[in-house]
């Protein structure tokens, strides 16, 4: 989608062909669609598709009513109270009728809108009923223009089949193992027919480019404007080399002719990754020997001189530094868990050239490093900035954002954790885009900062867990203490209940180990509150037992005890009594 003059992707970033969806207000609508149609006529957007819509303006309504209800939503989801939770579920169900408002004006807007591609414009409305059949129909006839050489070797072959067209004679070969017909059978005897489209297209590739590495001539075929299948390329390879069009380059040795070599590297899209393969018959060109020197004087600040074997000499001395400083890296990107298993990747991938040239006499390094691109001086240069920077303490970084992100996703979904999570959720998003960045390692910095953002937010959690905690515990001892219970206890169980209920309060550091150490102790605190709580009821029970049973003792006074003997004397009192004596003697 573009929007603000920026594409933003939605899906299926990766796809070959692009759909860029684009709203324009009426009065700009048409001088926007003739823009586009301008953009589209370049060799970059070959492979993009616009849909134009026109813009309306209660979308932008109905878009900003969606946000609020998304924010209060995530604000007050994990309320407790009835009254809010009521209000939770009356939001939920607005922002559904929204959003199916908002999708049913959209897509009106872009079924009356117009396709856009290689300098032309289609309505959607004359394409099918809605948006979707409309774009299918459109990709189908735009497909055709993008890989418009895909009629070259328009075949999905099996992942066996060039193992198989090499293993076979050439006069025994059939349309199974050469669905494309690659055999020519002219004057009674079976060769390859090295002017095929495909192999052509092949060989000119080769030839513009020199040496190229198995893996990345797969990619260049798989795209536009061909877009064959890797076994596909594989098996017109095997064509190729049957055909001597092209050798191999395996483990430093150069293969022109079958053999276990050969046949293995062609048994798998893997096995051809790392191979070289070039034009039979080359040379080493001197425009590559001056880039190839050039860039091994960049990574090891020697002087090299531009001849093929000082170039070999050079990387047979420092290619192993380079094996053993950045072979382990793959392993320990893969053990932060960055996003996407790309970067781990082409460290395996440079390890693995790397030890390809090792294994020979060194002279693969000219068609390694002296083409035009080199993705082997690319992939030494990425290394050894990764490599700094790790030992400059982003190592330490990634660790310490890997432990984050996994025990903040293990937190619980409910009150303060829960909190946590939602407020460390736009953070860790700024992380993981970082982190997805081929260049990642140059933005410790930003790393940093998101970093300190978790911890602070983790210490604020931390402070806030134990005031509620604290508050809790007293909240229980006032309850106790306005009970009628707690009168009936005496003033040694009243202090010691106190004391207890103070003993509950933790203290923790202000990070995660702080805060799980929190969350355990939550248990402990709730189950100790509920065994006090049974302790003043018990003991107040106790002491009301033993108030009545010293009530109800024979010698005393109570409703229980014996009626006393009575007697009849009638006494003479005086007037007056003037001293407590008296009233003892009487």
């Known amino acids: 989608v573009i929007g603000g003059g920026q594409a933003v992707s939605l899906e299926g970033d990766k796809e070959p062909i692009q759909f860029l969806i684009e709203f324009a207000p009426s009065s700009t609508y048409d001088a ?26 209660t979308a932008d309504d109905l878009s900003i009513t969606m946000v609020r209800c998304r924010k209060f939503l995530d604000a007050h989801r994990t309320a407790a109270d009835p009254e809010t939770q009521e209000f939770v579920r009356i939001v939920d169900a607005r922002l559904q009728r929204t959003a199916g408002e908002l999708e049913r004006k959209l897509s009106s807007a872009l079924h009356n809108g117009s396709f856009v591609a290689h300098g032309a414009h289609e309505a959607v409305s004359g394409l099918g009923a809605d948006v979707l059949d409309a774009a299918k129909a459109f990709l189908a006839n735009a497909a055709a223009k993008v890989f418009d050489r895909y009629s070259e070797a328009p075949h999905q072959a099996d992942s066996d089949i060039a193992e198989k067209f090499l293993k076979i004679q050439l006069d025994r070969i059939t349309s199974k193992e050469d669905p494309l017909g690659l055999i020519s059978r002219a004057g009674g005897r079976a060769q390859v027919k090295t002017t095929h489209k495909a192999i052509v297209s092949i060989t000119d590739y080769l030839g513009q480019n020199g040496q190229v590495e198995g893996r990345r001539l ?61 034009l039979r018959e080359e040379k080493a060109d001197p425009d590559a ?94 290394a050894r900035k990764l490599k700094k920077a790790l030992d400059n303490g982003l190592r330490l970084q990634l660790s310490h954002v890997r432990r984050l992100r996994l025990d903040l996703a293990d937190l619980p979904d409910t009150g303060l954790p829960a909190q946590l999570k939602n407020s460390a959720a736009d953070t860790l998003e700024s992380i993981d885009d ?31 867990l134990a005031k509620q905690q604290s508050d809790l515990a007293l909240a229980e ?40 150490k929190l969350l355990n102790h939550d248990f402990e605190l709730n189950h100790r509150l509920r065994e006090l709580g049974q302790q003043v009821a018990t003991r107040a029970a106790l002491h009301r037992d033993e108030r009545k049973a010293a009530t109800n003792k024979p010698n005393g006074q109570g409703p229980g005890a014996e009626p006393p003997e009575t007697k009849e004397e009638t006494l003479f009192l005086p007037h007056t009594l003037d001293s407590a004596q008296e009233i003892e003697a009487l």
């Open 32 to 57: 926007t669609r003739t823009e586009r149609e301008n953009d589209s006529r370049s060799a970059r957007e070959r492979a993009t598709i616009y849909l134009l819509g026109r813009t309306d303006p």
């Open 218 to 278: 797969l990619d260049h075929f798989a795209a536009p404007p061909f877009g064959w299948s890797k076994d596909t390329v594989r098996y017109l390879l095997a064509a190729a080399f049957l055909g001597g069009e092209i050798k191999l380059r395996i483990a430093g040795k150069d293969h022109q002719v079958k053999s276990d070599e050969s046949l293995a590297a062609f048994t798998s899209n893997r096995s051809i990754g790392s191979v070289g393969i070039a």
């Open 289 to 382: 020997c001056l880039r190839a020197s050039d860039r091994l004087q960049q990574l090891s600040g020697d002087t090299i001189m531009p001849l093929e074997d000082d170039i070999a000499v050079a990387a047979k001395k420092h290619f192993p530094t380079y094996q053993s400083a950045f072979g382990p890296l793959a392993v320990e990107l893969r053990s932060f868990d960055l996003t996407g298993e790309d970067k781990a990747d082409r460290l395996e991938n440079l390890a693995s050239d790397l030890a390809e040239i090792l294994s020979g006499d060194g002279s693969d390094a000219v068609k390694r490093l002296g083409g035009v691109d080199s993705p082997l001086f690319d992939s030494l240069v990425w």
């Open 434 to 464: 970082l982190l997805s960045r081929e260049a990642f390692f140059d933005e410790t910095a930003s790393l940093g900062t998101a970093a300190a953002e978790l911890d602070q937010l983790v210490a604020q959690t931390v402070t806030d």
């Open 477 to 516: 001892l006032d309850r106790w203490q306005s009970s009628p219970d707690w009168k009936d206890l005496d003033d040694d169980d009243r202090t010691w209940i106190s004391e207890q209920v103070n003993q509950l309060t933790t203290s923790a550091e202000g990070d995660l180990a702080g805060l799980k």
